[in-house]
């Protein structure tokens, strides 16, 4: 079973397994210097080295068919701009010496290639703001023609039986294109050794710590405030995981904060009009990526032109705990997706559709609406379906849907107006263009939010007597209780990193 993904191939008995974690020593690392390749491609291709540049890259990049002919996400909500699938592994390339495997602190053991970092590069269609979109690694997801399993083992599914790394990556895409709605119009994959030697080429990089951090696995040793890390110090500090209070969660702020870091050194003028250096991040990073073949580096920085290190946002996809489950009677650690709520996560990134902010909102007595229960409490769809009643609205029978985290209004292409007169009533709920439902649904999730009812007109008059018309009451929807699933922390709002001074945990 040295072939298959790392979550069904049995564990080593002779290797001592830490405590909570469980994982092998290749899976401390956190591998992921695309973004970096990205960037730097994007910004010196679009300089003065731009004809010096392109041919460099051209003709040290390696091409494989990673998009093929895979059709587009079923709710591709963002128009023109670009999503990039930047991908970190624990592939070495074959020409890696032994004094470079040691010096990265790590050992090829022949098992699969996983993907233990992925992180969608979601570039605005002007190209002046970007948003870095985590996917946890052991996210628990459909995978097409496998099933469910983590993340991580979907390019090794998709290498196996010939496949290669361009059945890899194509399996990897469509498992993350069924997971968000977004298209992934790019690939970009980078090796452990790639992400050493551009952070070699690019030199220190600043970091600020609120406290110190310490990690014997991952070999993190850093006090509090500032410090500049080499190449070595960087990859142990994006490694870790052990001692943070949310694990891999936490180490995803470690990734997007550092890459942010890393931007700024990168856009830096520095950098930028020091040609030796150019010439030296532009050579460590041919030599160590991998893109699908409809990757044009002049294309690319032509979008990425007016990028500004301040423009760019971190995010990971909502989630809603790391539960431990029993799939053939054995323990695995998880990260619970929240998938009802993607549709809404996406839509933040991307912002509302042109067509919903120009409606004007109908009359509730023309709108049919459906209550949906994500909430996790009984009866609450029930009583929203109650208060819209009591507001004018057509209410179908309440329904029940996957735990979410978010509140929606999900609306068909040609129903924006009626989404807009319900999310007038419920406040903070998302409006979410969707081909998944064919009237308004509103789905209730975890937050709490609800329909509010009608206020009543104030007349002045005083307490009924006693047998008096007494003016009606619309029921309340029940207030999520304690035993009621709270989503665990999952950094699902957007983040700004790399402003000067900004520290983490």
């Given at each position: 079973?040295?072939?298959?993904?790392?979550?069904t191939?049995?564990?080593?008995?002779?290797?001592?397994?830490?405590?909570?974690?469980?994982?092998?020593?290749?899976?401390?690392?956190?591998?992921?210097?695309?973004?970096?390749?990205?960037?730097?491609?994007?910004?010196l291709?679009?300089?003065?080295?731009?004809?010096?540049?392109?041919?460099?890259l051209?003709?040290?990049?390696?091409?494989?068919d990673?998009?093929?002919?895979?059709?587009?996400?079923?709710?591709?909500?963002?128009g023109?701009?670009?999503?990039?699938?930047?991908?970190?592994?624990?592939?070495?390339?074959?020409?890696?010496?032994?004094?470079?495997?040691?010096?990265?602190?790590?050992?090829?053991?022949?098992?699969?290639?996983?993907?233990?970092?992925?992180?969608?590069?979601?570039i605005?269609?002007?190209?002046?703001?970007?948003?870095?979109i985590?996917f946890?690694?052991?996210?628990?997801?459909?995978?097409?023609?496998?099933?469910?399993?983590?993340?991580?083992?979907?390019f090794?599914?998709?290498?196996?039986?010939?496949?290669?790394?361009?059945?890899?990556?194509?399996?990897?895409?469509?498992?993350?294109?069924?997971?968000?709605?977004?298209?992934?119009?790019?690939?970009?994959?980078?090796?452990?050794?790639?992400?050493?030697?551009?952070?070699?080429?690019?030199?220190?990089?600043?970091?600020?710590?609120?406290?110190?951090?310490?990690?014997?696995?991952?070999?993190?040793?850093?006090?509090?405030?500032?410090?500049?890390?080499?190449?070595?110090?960087?990859?142990?500090?994006?490694?870790?995981?052990?001692?943070?209070?949310?694990?891999?969660?936490?180490?995803?702020?470690?990734?997007?904060?550092?890459?942010?870091?890393?931007?700024?050194?990168?856009?830096?003028?520095?950098?930028?009009?020091?040609?030796?250096?150019?010439?030296?991040?532009?050579?460590?990073?041919?030599g160590?990526?991998?893109?699908?073949?409809?990757?044009?580096?002049?294309?690319?920085?032509?979008?990425?032109?007016?990028?500004?290190?301040?423009?760019?946002?971190?995010a990971?996809?909502?989630?809603?705990?790391?539960?431990?489950?029993?799939?053939?009677?054995?323990?695995?650690?998880?990260?619970?997706?929240?998938?009802?709520?993607?549709?809404?996560?996406?839509?933040?990134?991307?912002?509302?559709?042109?067509?919903?902010?120009?409606?004007?909102?109908?009359?509730?007595?023309?709108?049919?609406?459906?209550?949906?229960?994500?909430?996790?409490?009984?009866?609450?769809?029930?009583?929203?379906?109650?208060?819209?009643?009591?507001?004018?609205?057509?209410?179908?029978?309440?329904?029940?849907?996957?735990?979410?985290?978010?509140?929606m209004?999900?609306?068909?292409?040609?129903?924006?107006?009626?989404?807009?007169?319900?999310?007038?009533?419920?406040?903070?709920?998302?409006?979410?263009?969707?081909?998944?439902?064919?009237?308004?649904?509103?789905?209730?999730?975890?937050?709490?939010?609800?329909?509010?009812?009608?206020?009543?007109?104030?007349?002045?008059?005083?307490?009924?007597?006693?047998?008096?018309?007494?003016?009606?009451?619309?029921?309340?929807a029940?207030?999520?209780?304690?035993?009621?699933?709270?989503?665990?922390?999952?950094?699902?709002?957007?983040?700004?990193?790399?402003?000067?001074?900004?520290?983490?945990?």
């Amino acid at each position: 079973m040295t072939n298959a993904p790392e979550e069904t191939r049995p564990r080593r008995a002779d290797r001592a397994v830490p405590p909570r974690h469980g994982r092998r020593k290749r899976h401390w690392g956190f591998l992921f210097p695309a973004l970096a390749g990205v960037l730097t491609m994007a910004v010196l291709l679009g300089g003065g080295y731009a004809a010096y540049a392109y041919n460099l890259l051209t003709s040290s990049v390696t091409k494989v068919d990673a998009i093929g002919s895979a059709p587009p996400a079923k709710d591709d909500v963002d128009g023109r701009a670009m999503n990039i699938l930047l991908v970190g592994d624990d592939h070495r390339p074959d020409n890696a010496t032994p004094e470079q495997l040691a010096e990265l602190s790590t050992e090829s053991d022949g098992g699969a290639t996983n993907t233990d970092t992925m992180i969608v590069l979601h570039i605005a269609a002007d190209g002046r703001s970007a948003t870095m979109i985590s996917f946890p690694r052991d996210s628990y997801v459909d995978i097409p023609g496998v099933g469910k399993g983590k993340l991580n083992s979907a390019f090794s599914y998709g290498s196996m039986n010939g496949g290669g790394d361009t059945g890899g990556a194509q399996k990897l895409i469509a498992t993350i294109q069924g997971l968000s709605g977004l298209t992934i119009d790019h690939y970009v994959r980078v090796s452990l050794l790639g992400f050493y030697e551009i952070v070699k080429q690019l030199g220190p990089v600043n970091v600020c710590l609120n406290q110190a951090a310490q990690d014997p696995f991952s070999g993190v040793d850093l006090p509090a405030g500032p410090s500049k890390l080499d190449a070595k110090q960087a990859l142990s500090f994006v490694r870790q995981r052990h001692g943070l209070p949310n694990g891999d969660l936490d180490r995803q702020v470690r990734q997007q904060y550092f890459l942010s870091q890393e931007a700024r050194k990168i856009l830096s003028a520095g950098t930028l009009l020091n040609p030796v250096k150019t010439t030296k991040i532009i050579s460590a990073i041919g030599g160590s990526v991998e893109t699908d073949q409809g990757l044009d580096m002049l294309t690319l920085a032509s979008q990425m032109s007016n990028l500004r290190p301040s423009n760019i946002k971190s995010a990971t996809i909502p989630i809603l705990g790391t539960p431990t489950i029993y799939p053939n009677g054995s323990a695995l650690s998880i990260v619970e997706v929240d998938t009802a709520g993607m549709p809404a996560f996406v839509q933040s990134l991307v912002g509302e559709p042109p067509a919903f902010t120009k409606a004007k909102a109908a009359d509730a007595a023309s709108v049919s609406v459906t209550v949906s229960n994500g909430s996790g409490v009984t009866g609450a769809a029930a009583a929203a379906s109650a208060v819209l009643t009591g507001r004018g609205f057509q209410v179908g029978a309440p329904g029940s849907s996957d735990t979410t985290a978010t509140t929606m209004v999900q609306y068909p292409v040609g129903m924006e107006a009626q989404a807009k007169a319900v999310v007038a009533v419920v406040p903070g709920a998302v409006p979410v263009q969707s081909t998944a439902v064919q009237g308004i649904t509103l789905v209730l999730g975890t937050d709490g939010k609800t329909p509010t009812a009608a206020a009543e007109p104030d007349s002045g008059a005083s307490t009924p007597a006693d047998g008096g018309d007494q003016p009606s009451q619309q029921p309340e929807a029940p207030k999520p209780s304690e035993e009621a699933a709270e989503p665990s922390p999952s950094s699902t709002a957007v983040h700004e990193y790399g402003q000067d001074g900004a520290c983490i945990n």
